[in-house]
C-alpha cells in the first residue's frame, strides 16, 4: 500500500500548491480565477489542507462581498485548527466590515500576541480604523463622498428624497465607476437616514455601511444590487418608523 500513501502526499503538495496560488491570485485582485482554482482544490482527506482551504475562501468571500459566507469559512478554519493569527485578523477586518467594533477589538487581542511583526502592525492599523470610525471620522468621509457624488452626477436636482430617488435610479441604470457605485450607497443611505430618520453604522468600507431604522439594519449596496437585479422603476425605501407606508 505505498503506492497510496505515495499517491496521497503527492495529491496533497499538488492541492496545496494549487491553494497558495488562488491565495495569489486573490491578492491580485483576480477574484474569478481565484473561485475557479479553489473549486478544485478541496480536501476530502486532510484535515489541515480543508482549513486552510476554508481560510482561502473566507478571504475569497469577503473580497466578493459576501460576508456571512466568509465569516463562516473563517470560522470553520478556525474550527477544524487552523488558530493562527492571520485567520482572526482577517476574521476582525470581516467584523469592523460588518459594523460589529466591540467583537472585532476581542480578535485583536489575541492577534497582538502573534510573533509575526506584520501581522501585529496590521492590528494595530485595525484599531486605528475602529477608533477613527467611533470617532465619526467615517461619518465625515460619508458626507463629504455623498456631496461628491450630488456635485457630479446630481447637480441640477431638487435634494429632497424623492427627487434624489428618481434620479439615483436613473443614473445606477448608466454606466458608473467602481468609486461612483460606492458613492451611490452614501447617498442612498444618507437618504435613508435624513428622511427616514435611520443612524448611520460605519463599516470598513462605503459597501459595508448600513443604516439603522425601526430597529433594523438596511445596508444601501444591498438595496442598490437588489434594485439592479430586479430591473425595477424604482429603489424601494423601507417604510418610516410607526409608519404603515
Not at 491565495?23 to 479553489?38: F, P, S
Not at 456571512?68 to 493569527?85: S, Y
Not at 435613508?192 to 444601501?220: C, I, K, M, N, Q
Not at 424601494?236 to 409608519?243: I, K, T, W
Amino acid at each position: 500500500m505505498r503506492w497510496l500513501g505515495r499517491v496521497l502526499f503527492y495529491g496533497r503538495i499538488r492541492r496545496m500548491k494549487t491553494i497558495g496560488h488562488a491565495a495569489a491570485l486573490l491578492a491580485d485582485g483576480r477574484t474569478d480565477d481565484a473561485e475557479k482554482l479553489l473549486e478544485s482544490a478541496r480536501s476530502n482527506v486532510w484535515v489541515e489542507d480543508l482549513a486552510v482551504h476554508h481560510f482561502v475562501q473566507g478571504k475569497l468571500r469577503m473580497e466578493q462581498g459576501d460576508l456571512d459566507r466568509a465569516q463562516m469559512h473563517l470560522h470553520t478554519a478556525l474550527g477544524l485548527g487552523l488558530d493562527r493569527a492571520s485567520v482572526k485578523l482577517n476574521l476582525a477586518v470581516l467584523l469592523v466590515r460588518k459594523c460589529e467594533l466591540a467583537a472585532a477589538l476581542d480578535l485583536l487581542d489575541d492577534v497582538d500576541l502573534s510573533d509575526d511583526p506584520a501581522v501585529v502592525e496590521q492590528s494595530r492599523v485595525m484599531r486605528g480604523v475602529i477608533a477613527d470610525t467611533r470617532g465619526g471620522k467615517s461619518l465625515a468621509d460619508i458626507a463629504h463622498r455623498a456631496a461628491r457624488f450630488r456635485k457630479k452626477h446630481l447637480k441640477k436636482v431638487d435634494p429632497s428624497g424623492k427627487a434624489t430617488l428618481s434620479a439615483l435610479a436613473e443614473r445606477l441604470r448608466g454606466k458608473l465607476s467602481g468609486s461612483d457605485r460606492d458613492d451611490a450607497c452614501l447617498v442612498l443611505g444618507q437618504v435613508l437616514v435624513e428622511d427616514r430618520g435611520g443612524t448611520w453604522l460605519a463599516g470598513l468600507e462605503p459597501r459595508d455601511h448600513r443604516v439603522l431604522l425601526g430597529g433594523v439594519f438596511y445596508s444601501p449596496a444591498a438595496m442598490i444590487n437588489a434594485f439592479l437585479a430586479n430591473d425595477t422603476d424604482h429603489i424601494r425605501l423601507p417604510p418610516r418608523p410607526n409608519s404603515d407606508s
